[in-house]
């Protein structure tokens, strides 16, 4: 499979981590457990809100993820900041789908929380619409995004960045 197909398997997902997957450059998902999705349900460069692209991809619940034994004891929730997470890699991904070269940073935006991905869901979705691409000097992305729980917005997101960085930049 190539770095241009427009889906992705857990196990593509886990050689995008090795920086294994056929054509993906540089930059690397991370390994489980940071890994928040399980699989890239579709990827494009010209579709989404903007025109510009979008990633949508699936994480599986369940009641046993290593999340859940910790956060919070009695009340277990995903903490937030995971979902954001998420958003940020499949924003790294999309540029690295593109070609773009480096190595994938979180650069910051804006997240609103209303709801939350409590132990009793099943299934986590996540999505974001390229709103800017700059491929040089930086490699550059912003999107606008958001998480559902079993089909119910829990987190919207704006003007999320990541950059991609040169090993001399790090």
């Known amino acids: 499979m190539t770095m241009r197909a427009h889906q992705f398997s857990y196990d593509d997902l886990i050689l995008h981590g090795r920086g294994e997957l056929p054509g993906q450059g540089d930059a690397k998902l991370p390994a489980p457990p940071m890994l928040m999705f399980d ?53 790294g991904f999309y540029l690295s789908w593109c070609g773009s070269p480096g190595r994938g940073r979180a650069l910051g935006g804006t997240i609103k929380f209303v709801g939350q991905a409590t132990n009793d869901k099943k299934l986590l979705q996540y999505h974001v619409d390229i709103k800017k691409h700059m491929r040089s000097p930086l490699p550059f992305g912003v999107a606008n995004g958001w998480v559902k729980a079993d089909g119910e917005i829990i987190y919207k997101a704006e003007n999320l960045r990541v950059g991609l960085i040169g090993l001399e930049d790090q």
Not at 52 to 64: Q, R, Y
Request: charged share 20%; with cysteine.
């Open 39 to 91: 699989r890239i349900t579709n990827i494009d460069d010209d579709g989404g809100e903007f025109g510009k692209g979008s990633v949508t991809a699936e994480l599986d619940l369940n009641p046993d993820l290593w999340f859940y034994q910790c956060h919070f004891i009695g009340d277990p929730v995903m903490p937030g900041c995971l979902g954001l997470d998420a958003l940020w890699q499949m924003i």
